[in-house]
């Protein structure tokens, strides 16, 4: 009786209790479809992980299917928020990489083309980076473009933004 009700009291319709039941089936049944490595970077109890494993093993279509509820089931009784999250990270990790990647390169650029008020920008975002270093590179891709030279400048400019970059993602991933 107290499953018709949610935490302030209002009434939780069947159907809406179907869907939220069918939510959590269609992403247990995600999770399960992943690798065993992504599945090891999921963040779980070890009773929902044991299950996960347990129903990567199973080959019977039955067996397989009893599974994938009696996952829906204990996630059921647990906060899936932090499930979503991790799955979207895994799914979409290519995208992410890209649009950073992408990202990168236009900070290379705009140090390129902009010069001293690129760099300042830079530096705005990205205070731990080093000034000196980037005019260096950035003057030495001028001085190589005039020359005809390999562009060993321009990606050493990218190298040190990337550089800058993860220090920064890993400065506030730590809450340093």
Not at 28 to 45: H, P, R, S, V, Y
Not at 103 to 119: P, Q, S
Not at 142 to 150: D, S, T, V
Request: proline share 2%; aromatic share 8%.
């Amino acid at each position: 009786m107290t499953d018709l009700y949610d935490d302030d009291g209002n009434y939780i319709s069947r159907t809406s209790r179907k869907k939220d039941c069918d939510d959590t089936l269609e992403l247990g049944e995600k999770i399960l479809a992943l690798t065993k490595d992504e599945l090891a970077q999921f963040n779980m109890d070890d009773e929902l992980r044991h299950a996960f494993e347990e129903g990567q093993r199973i080959k019977s279509h039955g067996a397989l299917k009893r599974q994938k509820h009696y996952i829906a089931k204990l996630m059921r009784g647990r906060d899936i928020e932090p499930l979503t999250a991790q799955l979207n990270l895994v799914l979409h990790k290519h995208d992410i990489f890209s649009a950073a990647f992408k990202r990168m390169e236009k900070w290379r650029d705009t140090l390129i083309d902009d010069g001293d008020n690129g760099i300042t920008a830079f530096l705005e975002e990205y205070p731990h980076a080093d000034r000196q270093y980037l005019r260096q590179l950035v003057r030495n891709v001028a001085q190589e473009k005039k020359r005809n030279k390999p562009a060993a400048s321009f990606r050493a400019i990218f190298k040190y933004i990337r550089e800058i970059v993860d220090q920064s993602y890993n400065i506030d991933e730590n809450g340093l």
